[in-house]
């Protein structure tokens, strides 16, 4: 057994509560095993490593429920200059550059296979903790297909072995598709229920799978063992079929309506905002790594985007911190913070939003997303207030140490 104290900090737990000065952390092994004042935490008779937090904030790891840790950028000549493998070499510096940045946890939203989940979980490559979709299962023309006017095809996610084929049309198809992700290891089906802005031939707003192609979709995920479904979801039709069909997680939301945010609140759905995914386009568009279509559509729905995400906070819709990362850069995620601040979320509930509600999110709850005696220890030390400057958490610097399953995997105190 191996013992850890985490001591001298303000704890802010991920709850919602309010921090904690002169607080303390005992960690055994890979688990939290008592949360409190300093001089309320019993030390235990065996050997006790201390962490001093040097009056900094103790925080629960990030968790990003919107992730893309096999791509960085979308450069169409470059990456089909590129070989194939080497998108997993470079995965390997994604996945660290996202743990550095204090993120322990992610749902990656399609590019991951099984071999990308186990490296990490066996120690090959150091990275978050991961919740795998693999394929991203799309209609022929819609947001996945890369098939462009010329007929040759850009595929950000092109199938092989262990990868399947991710354009699928009709019932029967979308029962076989999902049957053969889940076989594939898939931990969430992943589908696009609209089109979106980094597709040549679609539209945010088109909809796409009928209603009956996403109840099936759902019910197939739901026979084992309750999978959840996450949807790409930007224009309001496509948003409302998705949802009553019983999708778990609306992921962008750009064109939300009324209809859309009460339909949401009825059935407990979760928004994934992704508020940081236009903007990085814009800025990569700038330096000439964005195709032209993309960077048209963002300008045009980046405005409404956050309308839309502060009208569906305020009327108290359950958001999760997700990004999109992989079109920004790996390890700039918490940049979305500060967006979710600006369309109206205080910055204790962007942190909630980013620790309790995406563990919940992911349905991971009961292990992690807050500091509480049981948990896993994850967690991360801030120098700076993140309540007084909630996009201090964006300077990777600011974030000294960072704590997976009880074991430091960065130390720059």
């Known amino acids: 057994m191996t013992y850890q104290l985490i001591r001298n900090g303000t704890l802010i737990d991920g709850t919602g509560a309010t921090p904690m000065t002169d607080a303390a952390v005992l960690v055994k092994d890979n688990r939290i095993q008592a949360v409190g004042k300093a001089s309320s935490i019993r030390l235990p008779d065996a050997q006790t490593t201390e962490i001093d937090a040097k009056g900094g904030f103790i925080l629960p790891g990030m968790i990003d429920t919107h992730v893309h840790v096999m791509l960085e950028g979308v450069n169409i000549v470059r990456d089909m200059m590129t070989p194939f493998s080497m998108r997993f070499y470079n995965s390997v510096k994604y996945l660290k550059n996202t743990i550095d940045a204090g993120i322990t946890s992610v749902r990656d939203a399609g590019g991951a296979d099984a071999g990308t989940k186990q490296a990490v979980e066996s120690g090959v490559i150091l ?169 048209r559509k963002s300008r045009e729905v980046i405005e409404i985007h956050s309308d839309s995400i502060g009208r569906a906070h305020k009327a108290g819709v359950r958001i999760a911190m997700g990004t999109d990362a992989g079109v920004m850069p790996h390890g700039t995620n918490l940049r979305e913070l500060g967006l979710m601040n600006k369309i109206g979320m205080n910055p ?14 992911l349905g991971w709850s009961d292990q992690v997303g807050t500091i509480e005696a049981g948990k896993l220890a994850d967690i991360i030390l801030l120098k700076t207030d993140p309540l007084k400057d909630i996009r201090s958490l964006e300077n990777v610097d600011n974030i000294p140490l960072v704590m997976k399953d009880g074991k430091i995997v960065k130390d720059k105190r």
Request: charged share 25%; aromatic share 6%.
């Open 348 to 361: 204790m509930e962007t942190i909630v939003s980013t620790t309790k509600t995406a563990a919940e999110c």
């Open 127 to 295: 990275g978050p903790r991961l919740q795998i979709s693999i394929s991203v299962l799309t209609t022929t023309g819609g947001h996945g297909d890369g098939w462009m006017l010329s007929g040759m095809e850009y595929d950000l996610f092109m199938a092989y072995p262990g990868f399947p084929e991710c354009r699928v049309d009709g019932v029967d198809d979308c029962r076989r598709k999902v049957r053969e992700v889940l076989r594939a290891g898939a931990d969430v089906i992943k589908i696009c229920s609209t089109g979106g802005v980094l597709s040549p031939t679609d539209h945010p707003e088109f909809t796409q799978f009928s209603p009956e192609e996403l109840e099936v979709i759902v019910r197939e995920a739901s026979y084992r063992r309750g999978v959840k479904v996450m949807s790409h979801a930007q224009g309001a039709e496509g948003v409302k079929n998705a949802i009553r069909a019983g999708v778990h997680s609306i992921e962008h939301g750009i064109f939300l309506d009324d209809e859309a945010i009460d339909l949401m609140l009825k059935h407990g759905t979760y928004l994934v905002p992704t508020l940081l995914a236009p903007l990085a386009v814009l800025e990569a568009g700038e330096k000439g790594g964005m195709p032209e279509y993309g960077i």
